[in-house]
T-cell receptor
Framework: NAGVTQTPKFQVLKTGQSMTLQCAQD?????MSWYRQDPGMGLRLIHY???????DQGEVPNGYNVSRSTTEDFPLRLLSAAPSQTSVYFC?????????????FGNGTRLTVT | EDQVTQSPEALRLQEGESSSLNCSYT??????LFWYRQDPGKGPEFLFT???AGEEKEKERLKATLTKKESFLHITAPKPEDSATYLC???????????FGTGTRLLVSP
């Protein structure tokens, strides 16, 4: 099993550009989520989804959009990139939400906004 | 506000030198306390879930314990391949979202 696959691994954007970070999982998990990881800070939840067609905001949603048209895919869109969005982004999934079951993480996308 | 604090920020050990990592948590009703290992350039990898005070779990040289306010990750006779960042996260019963600590960077020298 591939697990959670994220693309691209690295990306450099200029301020104001838009892009989509891709995330796919092959474990038929209902719950998927996006986190960002910054130095000196814990992983912070951006958006999450409890199933196809259902999304909700996490702790730091501003500047990001998500959609969930299939169980497998959960893309994260940056509408107009800002230097403050320079970070490492992780996608994660688990079968029943974070309800006592562990998250499975992808290997991340390292984004730099200049 | 839910909070998770890990200490120390960094720990350097000699191979075979046992030690413990600390995770203090404040959540409004603990549903689960998770430990993850993260290698450079990789995503976090699940190690343990603890659900109630007094619970212990072991895997190879690692043992996780839980009290009502803290969790400890004990590393017995570590090897260089145990070098990684160890993350702790708490899930509360209300919102089903994880709160992560900032991690402990462990370096084990041969």
């Amino acid at each position: 099993n591939a697990g959670v696959t994220q693309t691209p691994k690295f990306q450099v954007l200029k301020t104001g550009q838009s892009m989509t970070l891709q995330c796919a999982q092959d474990m038929n998990h209902e719950y998927m989520s996006w986190y960002r990881q910054d130095p000196g800070m814990g992983l912070r939840l951006i958006h999450y989804s409890v199933g196809a067609g259902i999304t909700d905001q996490g702790e730091v949603p501003n500047g990001y959009n998500v959609s969930r048209s299939t169980t497998e895919d959960f893309p994260l869109r940056l509408l107009s990139a800002a230097p403050s969005q320079t970070s490492v982004y992780f996608c994660a999934s688990n079968p029943r939400g974070a309800n006592g079951s562990p998250l499975h993480f992808g290997n991340g996308t390292r984004l730099t906004v200049t | 506000e839910d909070q998770v604090t890990q200490s120390p920020e960094a720990l350097r050990l000699q191979e075979g030198e046992s030690s413990s990592l600390n995770c203090s948590y404040t959540v409004s009703g603990l549903r689960g306390l998770f430990w993850y290992r993260q290698d450079p350039g990789k995503g976090p990898e699940f190690l343990f879930t603890l659900y109630s005070a007094g619970e212990e779990k072991e895997k190879e040289r690692l043992k996780a314990t839980l009290t009502k306010k803290e969790s400890f990750l004990h590393i017995t006779a570590p090897k260089p391949e145990d070098s990684a960042t160890y993350l702790c996260a708490a899930e509360n019963t209300g919102f089903q979202k994880l709160v992560f600590g900032t991690g402990t960077r462990l370096l084990v020298s041969p």
